[in-house]
């Protein structure tokens, strides 16, 4: 069966979740990610992409991000991986396929849903019990979002911005966002589109996705979801 065709829509915020091969390790070291979240940085840069969020675990990395043309994000994550894979296989003098093919994602209506995949991605060690809270995990930009530690990395949304008048309050507002626990129908949601590679938002946003695309685009019946 072809595989079908991403869309994507120029501004529009997309999670992403790219995972090892045969669920197998990818970042073995701190050298190894933060090389890759330097070159990350270097081709969103050159492609185009803002990153708001992101989490690199051992088997796979999430990110939010917001691709300025419909090829930018494509550009960029093949740039990263490309390079990423032949550093690893490198330095640890290994062979073949690093990635569990390409990678998914999922475009994101973001009035309703960018706050939830945000603190998705940065509760993702918590849930994984890495980490007994956000902050103390490293590799995620909670610290930048929720702190206001600076991150060349991350860009933040317009919707970060209207958090708090002024920019130094914004950092605050947005960790208040994590008191509360994410509904299991929200995060049911964002694992079904994740996976599926559907459209996150309510029916309106569904139909705007299928006009640009040219083509009737409907999530399936919801099954047992992946845990990411």
Same mark, same amino acid.
């Given at each position: 069966?072809?595989?079908?065709?991403?869309?994507?829509?120029?501004?529009?915020?997309?999670?992403?979740?790219?995972?090892?091969?045969?669920?197998?390790? %990818?970042?073995?070291?701190? &050298?190894? /990610?933060?090389?890759?979240?330097? =070159?990350?940085?270097?081709? !969103?840069?050159?492609? @185009?992409?803002?990153?708001?969020?992101?989490?690199?675990?051992?088997?796979?990395?999430?990110?939010?991000?917001?691709?300025?043309?419909?090829?930018?994000?494509?550009?960029?994550?093949?740039?990263?991986?490309?390079?990423?894979?032949?550093?690893?296989?490198?330095?640890?003098?290994?062979?073949?396929?690093?990635?569990?093919?390409?990678?998914?994602?999922?475009?994101?209506?973001?009035?309703?849903?960018?706050?939830?995949?945000?603190?998705?991605?940065?509760?993702?060690? %918590?849930?994984?019990?890495? &980490?007994? /809270?956000?902050?103390?995990?490293? =590799?995620?930009?909670?610290? !930048?979002?929720?702190? @206001?530690?600076?991150?060349?990395?991350?860009?933040?949304?317009?919707?970060?911005?209207?958090?708090?008048?002024?920019?130094?309050?914004?950092?605050?507002?947005?960790?208040?966002?994590?008191?509360?626990?994410?509904?299991?129908?929200?995060?049911?949601?964002?694992?079904?589109?994740?996976?599926?590679?559907?459209?996150?938002?309510?029916?309106?946003?569904?139909?705007?996705?299928?006009?640009?695309?040219?083509?009737?685009?409907?999530?399936?019946?919801?099954?047992?979801?992946?845990?990411?």
């Amino acid at each position: 069966m072809p595989r079908r065709p991403r869309v994507f829509l120029p501004g529009h915020p997309v999670h992403v979740i790219q995972r090892g091969n045969n669920k197998g390790q %990818v970042f073995f070291d701190a &050298a190894g /990610a933060k090389q890759y979240l330097d =070159w990350l940085g270097e081709a !969103a840069a050159e492609h @185009g992409v803002a990153v708001h969020a992101y989490v690199l675990m051992t088997n796979h990395l999430h990110l939010l991000v917001s691709p300025e043309t419909a090829l930018a994000l494509p550009r960029a994550m093949k740039h990263v991986n490309w390079r990423y894979s032949r550093y690893i296989n490198g330095t640890h003098e290994r062979t073949g396929s690093l990635w569990e093919g390409r990678y998914r994602a999922s475009l994101i209506e973001a009035d309703d849903y960018y706050f939830a995949c945000s603190r998705y991605i940065e509760l993702n060690p %918590v849930r994984a019990g890495l &980490a007994k /809270a956000p902050g103390a995990y490293r =590799w995620s930009s909670y610290k !930048a979002n929720a702190e @206001g530690k600076a991150d060349p990395l991350i860009s933040h949304h317009a919707l970060y911005e209207t958090l708090a008048s002024e920019a130094a309050d914004r950092p605050a507002a947005y960790a208040g966002l994590f008191e509360g626990a994410i509904p299991d129908t929200t995060l049911g949601a964002i694992r079904d589109a994740l996976n599926g590679g559907w459209p996150l938002g309510p029916e309106r946003f569904a139909a705007l996705v299928s006009r640009h695309a040219g083509r009737t685009i409907t999530q399936r019946k919801r099954g047992r979801p992946h845990a990411n």
